[in-house]
């Protein structure tokens, strides 16, 4: 398609439950973003992915948190265990070159852990 | 094009000094604008500013927005070496897809 798409759109699930979100990025893009927003809040930084190398993680909340990317296309991120405050939108941007620059969304994944 | 222009490029002061860092833009639909800071990891984020003329104030940090000239401040009061890193904004378009950033203002805050 010609924008990013992240599936599934909403996920709901019990507390102590592992979830997969999945980013497909604007073709050609090499530079991926995963981001979280909790409601009324800004968007907090979680990881990104240069190609298939994601330089820095120290935005992960924690390590029941990781993420990869696979032919420098679709990422997953992965939540281990679950809990509440895990509760928010997950965003994926991708960019065409590297760097901050203008990242283009995708529509978000609404997670609630009940 | 989308446009977001932070300045200055570096700032050096001393610990105590109150500093002031810019950031005008050029965005196609505005929806809001975002304060972040970088230092030798991921970005972490400080505020979000929505609405004209309304301070948002965390500790020594706060900033505000002017819709009408395109431009936000931040304000970092009594600075502390600790304070030292890059200041990244960023405006997010109305229709929430997309994110552009600034190049950042470097700031060293010596002892």
């Known amino acids: 398609g010609a924008g990013v798409s992240q599936s599934p759109s909403n996920k709901v699930t019990e507390k102590g439950k592992d979830v997969e979100l999945r980013c497909d990025p604007i073709?050609?893009?090499?530079?991926l973003y995963w981001y979280r927003q909790r409601l009324g809040q800004g968007l907090e930084f979680l990881i990104y992915f240069q190609g298939n190398s994601a330089p820095d993680k120290s935005g992960l909340p924690s390590d029941r948190f990781s993420a990869e990317r696979t032919g420098e296309s679709v990422s997953t991120l992965t939540i281990q265990r679950t809990q509440q405050e895990d509760s928010a939108v997950y965003l994926c941007a991708s960019r065409q070159g590297a760097g901050l620059g203008t990242q283009y969304f995708g529509p978000g994944t609404r997670l609630l852990v009940l | 094009e989308d446009k977001v222009v932070q300045s200055p490029l570096s700032l050096v002061v001393h610990e105590g000094d109150t500093v002031t860092l810019n950031c005008s833009y050029e965005v196609t639909n505005f929806r809001s604008l975002l304060w972040y800071k970088q230092e030798k990891k991921a970005p972490t984020f400080l505020f979000m500013l929505t609405s004209s003329g309304i301070e948002k104030k965390s500790g020594r940090l706060s900033s505000i927005l002017d819709k009408k000239e395109l431009f936000s401040i931040l304000n970092i009061t009594a600075t502390q070496t600790g304070d030292s890193a890059i200041y990244l904004c960023?405006?997010?378009?109305?229709?929430?897809?997309?994110?552009?950033f600034g190049g950042g203002t470097r700031l060293m805050v010596k002892p």
């Open positions: 960023a405006v997010l378009n109305n229709a929430g897809n997309m994110l552009t």
């Open positions: 073709s050609g893009h090499t530079a």
